[in-house]
């Protein structure tokens, strides 16, 4: 059974830090492509950011270049989002995304909210 598992979201207040962790089972996650996307209230889901299958290539949305770093580690079928510089506007529920080619696998999402 195929299965993305977040965790780590919680209450952060602003300019602090977190990381989430995605658990993979059920497919080879070393031969996919993973991102995390993030849908706050009353907006569409954005991508956050991606990682290629064997880690070697990363892009990020503006809005969080240089405060957030994405890695993989095919080992232990996790991928990781370290948040750095928390603002407000980080506060969304954030989603892990398996990819290769058609198929594509969601995980049910972990909160993350930046308030004082």
């Known amino acids: 059974q195929v299965q993305l598992v977040e965790s780590g979201g919680g209450l952060v207040q602003p300019g602090g830090s977190l990381r989430v962790s995605c658990a993979a089972s059920?497919?080879?996650?070393?031969?996919?492509?993973m991102s995390w996307f993030r849908q706050a209230p009353g907006k569409e889901r954005e991508l956050v950011a991606s990682?290629?299958?064997?880690?070697?290539?990363?892009t990020y949305a503006d809005s969080v270049k240089g405060r957030f770093t994405i890695s993989r580690d095919n080992a232990k079928i996790r991928v990781y989002l370290q948040m750095n510089s928390l603002k407000p506007e980080d506060t969304a529920v954030y989603y892990c995304?398996?990819?290769?080619?058609?198929?594509?696998?969601w995980g049910q999402g972990t909160q993350v909210t930046v308030s004082s």
């Open positions: 995304k398996a990819r290769k080619g058609t198929v594509e696998y």
């Open positions: 990682i290629s299958s064997l880690g070697g290539v990363t």
């Open positions: 059920g497919f080879t996650i070393s031969t996919y492509a």
